[in-house]
Structures are given as structure tokens and as C-alpha cells.
């Protein structure tokens, strides 16, 4: 597949952010090898807003990993921006994801005994250059909730304070897998809103992990994963907001 086809010509004029080029994942599970990625080929511009889409073990969860700098390819190589990523030591690699990197899981991995504030904060005590924990939050629409607890919180805004505290650092790219996967169908919407506003307000490229092909409206562009490789790339002509989802 190549690469550049089906760029979105609103970041055609943008730099290429990510790069990868022949991208393979090998597991040895036992006495067997699981290919996770086979030959992905792949250039993801500044700002846009990508969606993942694809069945469990097609590769969606493996390929961010490796551009969030959390695993090396098997073979093949993944550029960010000047940094390459695919023989950098372990000591460059925690530099880029603490200086380049947000990210959101399915699960939201806060800690209990400290307020929503101190959260985002632990955060900003390694940034180079991050915002006030109480904008981040504002951005999320908790600014209300600052010295609240987790357990005071519900599941979506525990989720949001996850994404305050992915941004916090002012991240030039935000990587969420299945950010909703653990939510409703209401609080889902809530928490794609706050990543589309990220994304659209900072000009933060965002790429989300789902399994839920009505997401894939919102992205700039949809790549299909299975089988370790994608598919097919998507464009939407005419992306439409969170609140126009349905599922």
C-alpha cells in the first residue's frame, strides 16, 4: 500500500510527524510466532486526527505502541519527526514519550490518594515546558473538581482527568487506545469530545484506537487494520463532530 496515498489535502501542507516504513512485529508465543505487524508502510501528518479501526489482534494496539516509543519493531523502521525511534536506547526512548508523547488508555490509572489536581500534576513535574494543571483540566471541563478524589469521580470523568494529565505536558501528539472502551454510550461521546477539541484547538495529531467503526466518522483518516496489516485507508470528505456519533 502506499504510504502517502489518500492524504487528507488539509495536511498535505502540515509536516509529517510519523513514519514507518516496512514495520513488522514478530511474538514468539512458545513454539510459536505470532506476526502482529507485517510490512506496514505508513506517514501520519501534524494534526490530523487518525482513527485504528480493526478486530481484536489486527495490529491496532502493537502499531501505536511502537510510535508511542512503548515497543520496537521486529524489523522495519519508525521515525518521529527527527527522532528515530526503532534503534533508540531505552534511555532515548522514556525522553520521547516524556517530551513528545501523550497517552490514554482504556483504563484510567489514577491514583486513588490524590485529588484530581495533584493527578495531572505528577505530570507536570517532568515536563519541559507544561501547562498549569488547572487549564488542562479546564480544557477536560473539570475545573470544578480539583481536589475531588478519583473514587468521587464517575468513570467518565475519570477518564477526562486521564486526558488532562496526557496533555498537561502540551504533548505534540496524543495516542488513546480504546479511550472508550470502558464507558457508556453518553460518557463515550463526553470523552471523544474532549479529544476532538484537543486535537482541533491544540493542533495535537491524535490517533485512537477503537473497535467501534461509528468513531471512525470524526477522524481525518481511517486506516483498517487485519492480519497485522492495513487494510485499507479511508478519507472523510466531511468529518462529523462527537455529538453527531451514533452506535
Not at 502517502?4 to 510466532?33: I, W
Not at 525522553?95 to 505528577?122: A, C, D, K, M
Amino acid at each position: 500500500m502506499d504510504p502517502h496515498q489518500d492524504m487528507n489535502p488539509s495536511a498535505e501542507a502540515s509536516h509529517t510527524v510519523f513514519t514507518a516504513r516496512d514495520l513488522c512485529k514478530t511474538y514468539q508465543m512458545g513454539e510459536v510466532q505470532v506476526k502482529a505487524l507485517q510490512d506496514v508502510d505508513l506517514d501520519i501528518r501534524r494534526g490530523e486526527f487518525i482513527v485504528l479501526l480493526g478486530p481484536s489482534g489486527s495490529g491496532k494496539s502493537t502499531l501505536l505502541n511502537i510510535l508511542g516509543g512503548l515497543d520496537r519493531p521486529s524489523s522495519g523502521s519508525a521515525r518521529f519527526a527527527e527522532h528515530e525511534l526503532t534503534g533508540a536506547s531505552d534511555a532515548d526512548l522514556t525522553r520521547y514519550r516524556r517530551e513528545h508523547v501523550g497517552f490514554v488508555f482504556q483504563f484510567y490509572n489514577l491514583i486513588p490518594s490524590l485529588t484530581v489536581r495533584e493527578n495531572v500534576e505528577l505530570v507536570t513535574d517532568i515536563a519541559n515546558n507544561p501547562m498549569p494543571a488547572a487549564e488542562a483540566l479546564r480544557m477536560v471541563g473539570l475545573e470544578e473538581r480539583l481536589d475531588h478524589f478519583p473514587s468521587q469521580l464517575s468513570g467518565g470523568e475519570q477518564q477526562r482527568v486521564a486526558i488532562a494529565r496526557a496533555i498537561v505536558k502540551r504533548p505534540e501528539v496524543l495516542l488513546c487506545d480504546e479511550p472508550t472502551g470502558a464507558l457508556d454510550y453518553v460518557t463515550g461521546k463526553l470523552v471523544l469530545e474532549v479529544i476532538e477539541r484537543i486535537n482541533r484547538e491544540l493542533g495535537t495529531t491524535a490517533i485512537v484506537i477503537t473497535h467501534n467503526a461509528a468513531i471512525a466518522g470524526m477522524a481525518d483518516r481511517v486506516l483498517h487494520l487485519g492480519g497485522g496489516r492495513i487494510q485499507k485507508i479511508d478519507v472523510n470528505a466531511h468529518k462529523i463532530s462527537p455529538s453527531e456519533l451514533s452506535w
